[in-house]
């Protein structure tokens, strides 16, 4: 167990709605991270925060926005869904926010979205 | 711009044998972070083991290791002694010491270990 907790597991949904995926970070971590692995993209950075503030953009969508709360759990939104963004969502967690030698990364369990 | 090639899209082993996963980057920072990550059938993606740049010492845990080539840009992970709890796909990342910490993953390496 990482201590990243994500939520839910699974989400289904159809192609046009709104579905906000949850994430707890470990206690004591301060960075949040999202990422999105397809089959045909990978393993992809989408948004980073520290302490509440964003911190790096990947590659992420408008339709694609995300937060991280006083108490460090985040929530990344996802909206206007379409087929392509039926993938697997990882949030990891780490407790610097740079490249630092203690800033580990470890990772939820992840968040499949299957968009139908 | 940062990027990451595992040149093996699937690899097999057979049980307590050694098999080397190969991975290279590409960079112009001098400082910067390498880790392997295991994501097994489960998908949760689990740190195997990590190399800091400035070190010139191999990481070692347990039975995985690194051989970090610096100069070539190659950070190559051995499995010794393999076993079935081994089966899963391997991701090489790097992590730069100038950018926040987004991780840059390769396309990774499915290894299957047979009894």
């Known amino acids: 167990d990482s201590g990243v907790t994500q939520t839910p597991k699974h989400l289904i949904t159809a192609t046009g709605q709104r579905v906000t995926l949850r994430c707890s970070p470990r206690?004591?971590?301060?960075?949040v991270y999202w990422y999105q692995q397809s089959l045909d993209q990978g393993l992809q950075f989408l948004i980073q925060?520290?302490?509440?503030?964003?911190?790096a953009k990947g590659n992420i969508l408008e339709r694609f926005s995300a937060q991280q709360f006083p108490d460090l759990h985040s929530e990344l939104n996802l909206s206007s869904l379409e087929l392509g963004d039926s993938a697997l969502y990882f949030c990891?967690?780490?407790?610097?926010?740079?490249?630092?030698?203690?800033?580990?990364?470890?990772f939820g369990a992840g968040t499949r979205l299957s968009v139908l | 711009a940062q990027t990451v090639t595992q040149s093996q899209p699937e690899m097999s082993v057979q049980e307590a044998e050694t098999v080397t996963l190969s991975c290279t980057y590409d960079?112009?920072?001098?400082?910067?972070?390498l880790f392997w990550y295991k994501q097994p059938p489960s998908r949760q993606m689990i740190l195997v083991i990590r190399?800091?740049?400035?070190?010139?010492q191999n990481a070692t845990e347990n039975r995985f290791s690194v051989n970090f080539q610096k100069a070539a840009k190659s950070f190559s992970l051995k499995i010794s002694d393999s076993q079935l709890g081994d089966t899963a796909m391997y991701f090489c990342?790097?992590?730069?010491?100038?950018?926040?910490?987004?991780?840059?993953f390769g396309q990774g390496t499915t290894l299957q270990v047979k009894p």
């Open positions: 925060y520290y302490n509440g503030e964003e911190r």
């Open positions: 206690s004591g971590d301060l960075s």
């Open positions: 190399q800091e740049a400035y070190k010139q």
């Open positions: 990342a790097f992590h730069g010491s100038s950018n926040t910490g987004k991780l840059i």
């Open positions: 990891a967690s780490s407790v610097a926010d740079g490249g630092v030698a203690k800033n580990i990364q470890y």
């Open positions: 960079t112009s920072e001098n400082n910067y972070y």
